[in-house]
C-alpha cells in the first residue's frame, strides 16, 4: 500500500492511501501516521484521513483508526475522515465510530 502523507506546512496532516486497510496494510498505515504525528518539529493539530481510494476496512483496520483517535485526542487534535464510501461508514456505523468521528 502506498501511502502519502502531507504536512501543509502548519499543523495539518493529509493522508492519502488507496486498496485495502485490513491485517496486512493497516500496520504500516498506523505505524506511518503516528510516527508522522510524534516526530513532528510542529504541533499536529489536524489529521485528515483520505478515504476516497480506500476499498475495504476490516476490524484491524478500524482498530488502527481508534488508535489514531485517541492519539489525536491525547494531544487536544482533531481526526477527520474525509471522502468515506457508503460502504465504509456502514462499517463505521455498525462499531459505532460515527458518534465520535468527523466525517466530511
Do not use: C
Not at 504536512?7 to 492519502?16: I, S
Not at 506511518?32 to 476496512?57: G, H, P, R, Y
Not at 476490516?58 to 487534535?77: A, C
Amino acid at each position: 500500500m502506498d501511502i502519502i502523507i502531507k504536512n501543509n506546512g502548519f499543523n495539518t496532516l493529509h493522508v492519502q492511501a488507496a486498496g485495502r486497510l485490513d491485517l496486512d496494510t493497516a500496520v504500516e498505515y498506523g505505524t506511518k501516521v503516528k510516527d508522522t504525528i510524534e516526530d513532528s518539529d510542529i504541533a499536529i493539530a489536524e489529521v485528515i484521513l483520505d478515504f476516497s481510494q480506500i476499498t475495504f476496512i476490516s476490524s484491524f483496520g478500524l482498530k488502527i483508526i481508534l488508535e489514531l483517535y485517541k492519539l489525536m485526542t491525547s494531544r487536544n487534535g482533531i481526526l477527520k475522515l474525509k471522502d468515506v464510501s457508503e460502504n465504509l461508514m456502514n462499517s463505521f456505523k455498525m462499531v459505532g465510530f460515527d458518534k465520535f468521528l468527523i466525517f466530511e
